[in-house]
C-alpha cells in the first residue's frame, strides 16, 4: 500500500510542470565588443602593468616603504578590474551606437581581426616583452614596404597619441608625488602637473615615434601585410573610424576620472603626518608604580 502511495506521488510529480529556470541574458553588444576588440583583456591587466612601473618609480624618488605601498594600493583600487572594466564599457556605450558596433564586431571576429586582437593581448605578456630587445637587432633586415603598412596603421590607429596620453597621466601622478613628498602644502593642481610632463614627453615626440614603431613591427611580427591591410581599410571606412574614436574617447574618460580619484589619493597619503613608532617603556624588576615601603606623611621613624 505504501509502496502504490509511493508511485502515485512520483506520477502526480511528473505530470506537475516545474518552470524552467530564466535563461541567462545574452551579452551586450558593447560586452561582445570588448571581447573581441582585446579592450577587456589589455585593460583588465592594466592594473598590474602600470603598478611594476610605479613602484620602482616611488623607489627610486625616495619614497619610503609603508607609504609605496599605500600608494601601489591605492592605484590597484582605482584601476582595478571590476571597477576599470564596467566604466570603460558605459562610456563605450555611450560613445558607440550599435550599428556601428556590429560594422567592427563583422571585422573583429573575422579570423583576420581574431589574429591580430590575439597578437596585441599577447604583445603584453612578461615573457613576451622579454623578447623584443632581441628583435630590435634585427629591425635593420625588414623590408621598407612592411615598415611602411606598420607606420600606416599605427597612424591610423592613433598610437603615438594614444601612448602620449598614457604616459602624461602616469608621469603627471608621479609627479605629484614627487612633489608632495618634499612639499606636502604643495598646491600645484593635478592639470597643471600633467601639462608640464606632456610639454616634456611631447620635446620626446621624436623618440616616442621611433620606439612605438619598433614595437608595433614586434607586435605583428607574425601578421601578414594584407591582414594588416585590411585592418587599415577598415579603420578607414566611416564605421571603423568612428568605432576608433568612440574607443580613445572613451579610454581617456575613463583614465581622466581614475586619475583624478588616484591624485586624491596621493595627497591624502602623502600630507597626513607619519605616525611615529610608539615605544615601551622599559620595566624595572622588582618595583611597581607605588613604593609602598617608602614612609608615608606622618609616619614614625
Not at 605629484?176 to 612639499?183: R, T, V
Amino acid at each position: 500500500m505504501k509502496r502504490r502511495t509511493f508511485c502515485y506521488a512520483l506520477l502526480a510529480l511528473a505530470a506537475h510542470r516545474i518552470p524552467a529556470r530564466a535563461a541567462a541574458p545574452l551579452p551586450s553588444p558593447h560586452t561582445l565588443l570588448m571581447e573581441a576588440s582585446g579592450l577587456a583583456a589589455q585593460f583588465g591587466r592594466y592594473a598590474n602593468v602600470v603598478a611594476v612601473q610605479l613602484e620602482t618609480q616611488l623607489e627610486a624618488m625616495g619614497m619610503d616603504k609603508p607609504r609605496t605601498s599605500q600608494i601601489i594600493a591605492a592605484f590597484r583600487k582605482r584601476f582595478q578590474e571590476r571597477v576599470f572594466l564596467p566604466a570603460l564599457h558605459a562610456q563605450l556605450k555611450s560613445n558607440l551606437n550599435e550599428s556601428d558596433v556590429y560594422a567592427a564586431l563583422r571585422w573583429l571576429t573575422a579570423p583576420d581581426g581574431q589574429a591580430i586582437t590575439a597578437a596585441e593581448i599577447t604583445s603584453l605578456d612578461d615573457g613576451v616583452r622579454q623578447r623584443f630587445p632581441a628583435f630590435q637587432k634585427q629591425l635593420a633586415a625588414i623590408p621598407m614596404t612592411r615598415v611602411a603598412q606598420v607606420r600606416a596603421l599605427q597612424d591610423q590607429l592613433g598610437s603615438v597619441n594614444t601612448e602620449l596620453a598614457f604616459q602624461t597621466k602616469l608621469v603627471g601622478a608621479l609627479d605629484h608625488a614627487a612633489l608632495l613628498l618634499h612639499e606636502p602644502t604643495a598646491k600645484t593642481t593635478p592639470e597643471e602637473l600633467e601639462q608640464e610632463a606632456r610639454a616634456r614627453l611631447d620635446g620626446a615626440r621624436e623618440e616616442i615615434v621611433r620606439h612605438n614603431l619598433d614595437f608595433a613591427l614586434f607586435r605583428y611580427r607574425d601578421i601578414p601585410d594584407d591582414s594588416l591591410k585590411g585592418y587599415e581599410d577598415f579603420l578607414r571606412t566611416a564605421p571603423g573610424g568612428r568605432y576608433q574614436s568612440a574607443v580613445d574617447a572613451s579610454i581617456q574618460e575613463v583614465l581622466a576620472v581614475s586619475y583624478t580619484r588616484f591624485h586624491a589619493d596621493l595627497r591624502g597619503i602623502l600630507t597626513t603626518p607619519k605616525r611615529p613608532v610608539a615605544r615601551k617603556k622599559p620595566r624595572t624588576e622588582g618595583h611597581s608604580h607605588h613604593n609602598h615601603d617608602a614612609p608615608h606623611e606622618g609616619d614614625g621613624e
